[in-house]
């Protein structure tokens, strides 16, 4: 009995246009679904840029509402689009640096220009100030009270996902346009 040959489908690449679409659809459907801005927005451009797992979304659960939901630090978002530049164009070790050496890498540039555009959009990349200018105040997320206010405000519109991805699709478009390989 002959086996059937395995017939490898060769996929048409996406262009641009597409993965960003794809990137804001799924940084949307991630925050609208699990929460937790920083870890949804590095796995959709995990999952887009095929980046290595490891503990990274377990670790960026503590940076999501401003670094432990405390609002005052940066977005989750931002955060999470910080971490996804880092692991491809970041440094892969700690090393020593000679004296008056400091490592500038080109991760510092990328993410320069991810609150480029958070600024532009958002008017920051805080967590507090983007609250203001999405929801039009802050929420305390360590008052249960607030916390649940803010859920309820959330789940009506979904904001924070729009947020979420915006950050995934910025931060794709950043990668390609470095035309780092997928």
């Keep these: 009995m002959k086996r059937a040959k395995k017939v490898e489908r060769k996929h048409k690449p996406k262009s641009n246009e597409e993965i960003l679409q794809e990137a804001y659809d799924k940084g949307f459907r991630y925050m609208r679904g699990y929460a937790w801005c920083a870890p949804c927005v590095y796995k959709t451009l995990q999952e887009i840029f095929n980046l290595k797992n490891g503990p990274v979304v377990k670790a960026l659960t503590g940076l999501a509402g401003g670094v432990g939901c405390l609002v005052t630090g940066p977005c989750g978002a931002f955060t999470g689009g910080a971490a996804a530049i880092s692991?491809?164009?970041?440094?892969?070790?700690?090393?020593?640096?000679?004296?008056?050496?400091w490592d500038y890498s080109k991760h510092i540039d990328l993410i320069y220009e991810l609150s480029k555009k958070f600024k532009e959009e958002y008017g920051s990349y805080i967590c507090q100030?983007?609250?203001?200018?999405?929801y039009g105040r802050v929420y305390n997320?360590?008052?249960?009270?607030?916390?649940?206010?803010?859920?309820?405000?959330?789940?009506?519109?979904?904001?924070?996902?729009?947020?979420?991805?915006?950050?995934?699709?910025?931060?794709?478009?950043i990668l390609l346009k470095e035309k780092k390989p997928r």
Aim: hydrophobic residues 35%; aromatic residues 10%.
């Design 87 to 101: 692991a491809i164009y970041g440094r892969s070790k700690v090393t020593p640096l000679k004296e008056g050496e």
């Design 129 to 134: 100030d983007m609250q203001k200018k999405v």
């Design 141 to 173: 997320f360590m008052d249960p009270k607030e916390l649940a206010e803010f859920d309820e405000a959330h789940l009506k519109e979904y904001r924070c996902a729009k947020v979420v991805g915006n950050a995934a699709k910025w931060t794709a478009e």
